[in-house]
């Protein structure tokens, strides 16, 4: 399944009020584990930014001004998003501006009419499964940081792209605690990565670690758990492994 995970900064917080978007940051998964493929791109949103946004995300207009429309790169943009299941924390907020900009780009061109964005992907709101799963608890991206031990020392501010790594981080705990893991290798064609999973050597000083030998009543156990495992799934992994105990 290939997935998403996006994060938008804004000049102000409705695009009601004519605010535009200034910034996207999306990371590419592929069967939960990220590929290296990124999309990232300011953009000049045509009018101010409030100084409340700015105190959030510290973007400014002079940082801006020079970027390109968003005319300009929502091709490229969309490229990289239709399709893909979208992982997004108050997915409401940043697909209500997603739509806002496309709608206002189909009013004005014939071909291609580009969104809305969830009739062409699917949508999943991170703050909603959080919320499900911890009810009456803070559920900002920063809490949930804490909470699963995800190490967001470095987001000093709001960043589409910075969001969004950590996001997907954070969306893998949430569900299953998988380790987001990059691929190795040479960049293919479209920017992404491929071949085999980048390995940490960890160095361990002799005698570091502790081997505890399992008593009976532990070693029965998981001998009982192997063979439930086989009697349901027809096969164990674990007898394959040399030096466990059958």
Not at 6 to 31: C, F, P, Q, S, Y
Not at 201 to 213: F, I, K, Q, R, Y
Not at 226 to 234: D, S, T
């Amino acid at each position: 399944m290939r997935q998403i995970v996006l994060d938008t900064e804004t000049t102000g917080i409705d695009h009601k009020d004519g605010h535009r978007l200034i910034e996207i940051g999306a990371v590419e998964m592929v069967n939960r584990r990220l590929t290296g493929r990124t999309y990232h791109q300011f953009i000049n949103p045509q009018r101010e930014i409030e100084e409340e946004a700015i105190s959030v995300h510290g973007i400014t207009n002079d940082r801006v001004a020079e970027e390109p429309l968003f005319a300009e790169v929502a091709d490229a943009f969309w490229a990289f998003i239709e399709g893909a299941e979208l992982v997004i924390h108050n997915a409401p907020f940043d697909v209500g501006f997603l739509d806002h900009e496309l709608a206002m780009l189909n009013g004005v061109r014939s071909e291609p009419q580009l969104g809305p964005v969830a009739e062409h992907c699917r949508v999943l709101d991170t703050l909603q499964l959080a919320r499900d799963k911890h009810p009456g608890q803070r559920n900002s991206l920063d809490a949930l940081c804490k909470r699963y031990e995800i190490d967001n020392g470095h987001r000093v501010l709001h960043g589409a792209l910075l969001d969004a790594e950590i996001l997907a981080e954070v969306y893998l705990a949430m569900t299953g605690g998988q380790t987001a893991l990059l691929l190795d290798a040479s960049m293919t064609a479209e920017g992404g990565r491929r071949a085999g999973i980048q390995r940490r050597p960890v160095t361990v000083a002799d005698g570091a670690l502790s081997v505890s030998t399992p008593s009976d009543p532990e070693l029965a156990a998981h001998r009982q758990k192997l063979a439930q495992i086989r009697e349901k799934a027809g096969e164990c992994l674990w007898d394959t492994v040399d030096g466990i105990p059958h």
